[in-house]
Nanobody, 125 residues
Framework: QVQLVESGGGLVQAGGSLRLSCAASGRTISTNTVGWFRQAPGKEREFVAAIRWIAGTTDYTDPVKGRFTISRDNARNTVYLQMNSLKPEDTAVYYC??????????????????WGQGTQVTVSS
């Protein structure tokens, strides 16, 4: 049974930083890629970033490039999302997700095998 458990959300002022963590258990080929999505009130859930466990290949949505960094610790089965220079428009519930490929996450609709429960990120102006 695959489980994704997020942590690290919270309230921060604009320009501040937060680091989200996603601890994954029960890894399989269906979880070769782990990433983050976010959903703001009244909006669709959108792709943020993804990383391949083995190769470390990454991808980001344009609005977060240069501000967010996704990384992984294979020994701890944990993926991180370092978020710097946060803006009020980054406010959302952030969800960890697992899929086989990065393209599975960036496709519309995304082909996600597992979701975490979500963690709230609020950026005040």
């Amino acid at each position: 049974q695959v489980q994704l458990v997020e942590s690290g959300g919270g309230l921060v002022q604009a320009g501040g930083s937060l680091r989200l963590s996603c601890a994954a258990s029960g890894r399989t080929i269906s979880t070769n890629t782990v990433g983050w999505f976010r959903q703001a009130p009244g909006k669709e859930r959108e792709f943020v970033a993804a990383i391949r466990w083995i190769a470390g290949t990454t991808d980001y949505t344009d609005p977060v490039k240069g501000r967010f960094t996704i990384s992984r610790d294979n020994a701890r089965n944990t993926v991180y999302l370092q978020m710097n220079s946060l803006k009020p428009e980054d406010t959302a519930v952030y969800y960890c997700a697992a899929a086989e490929f990065i393209s599975s996450m960036t496709s519309r609709p995304p082909r996600i095998n597992y979701w975490g429960q979500g963690t709230q990120v609020t950026v005040s102006s």
